[in-house]
């Protein structure tokens, strides 16, 4: 057989996600001292989704997050503060009023933000009651968080990205290789038998278990992993 995709992926500069091409880590500092920070630059990176917008604390330090709708280079936003609630305000989940768009939410207190980065997009906070969080995602998902997590107010800016058609097959090639991505990806069900574990058009294949172990190697990895059950209940 063939080696697959999945484990080819290892060492291969082509089939393997390249992080490197990103412009710098995008996080919001670990300091919790209360501090107003300035935009002073706003950068296009190829590697995401959404812009990047520059700040720079008052003690000096300086951090790449997610631009917000409506950023602009000059703007003060505020930083663990209670006073107000404005665009691209950074606060604890705990301080937000229920309703309010957050993006480059926190899973856990000080991770930086894991959830709501990409261009264009917003969750809201539905239920503050002190003890946890209630979160609304873009997909409707209800996530409780800890209200020490913090978020930045407002929404992703690049919220058109999606309106503008690629027209032909050579912009999205561009698009994606500048994000260090491989594309296109062949279905595995497309490939021949000896290709891929899914691989092949013949009965006999149709009806294969697409079960897999735990602790298979990479390239056997696929399908359902350590499923409890499968089939019809």
């Not at 309010?100 to 899973?107: A, F, S």
Request: proline fraction near 5%; hydrophobic fraction near 35%; include cysteine.
């Amino acid at each position: 057989m063939k080696v697959p995709r999945s484990r080819r992926r290892g060492k291969s500069r082509v089939f393997r996600m390249n992080d490197f091409r990103a412009i710098g880590t995008a996080k919001i500092i670990k300091n919790q001292q209360e501090m107003n920070a300035k935009i002073i630059k706003l950068i296009h990176d190829s590697y995401r989704t959404a812009p990047l917008m520059q700040l720079k604390f008052e003690n000096g330090e300086t951090a790449l997050l997610p631009a917000f709708a409506g950023a602009y280079v000059g703007k003060i936003v505020s930083y663990m503060k209670n006073e107000s609630t404005s665009l691209g305000d950074i606060k604890r989940l705990g301080d937000i009023p229920a309703g309010t768009e957050i993006y480059n939410v926190e899973l856990k207190p000080r991770d930086g933000g894991k959830l709501i980065r990409a261009g264009g997009m917003g969750a809201k906070i539905v239920e503050n009651t002190g003890g946890k969080v209630i979160i609304s995602l873009p997909s409707s998902a209800m996530v409780s968080l800890n209200p020490d997590c913090r978020a930045v107010i407002g929404k992703v800016a690049n919220s058109g990205r999606t309106e503008k058609p690629f027209y032909k097959a050579g912009n999205k090639y561009h698009l994606i290789r500048a994000r260090g991505r491989y594309w296109p990806m062949t279905a595995a069900v497309a490939m021949n038998a000896y290709e891929h574990k899914f691989g092949g058009k013949r009965r006999s294949t149709q009806h294969k278990a697409k079960s897999s172990s735990r602790r298979a190697p990479p390239g056997a990895k696929v399908g359902n992993i350590a499923p409890r059950r499968t089939g019809a209940k």
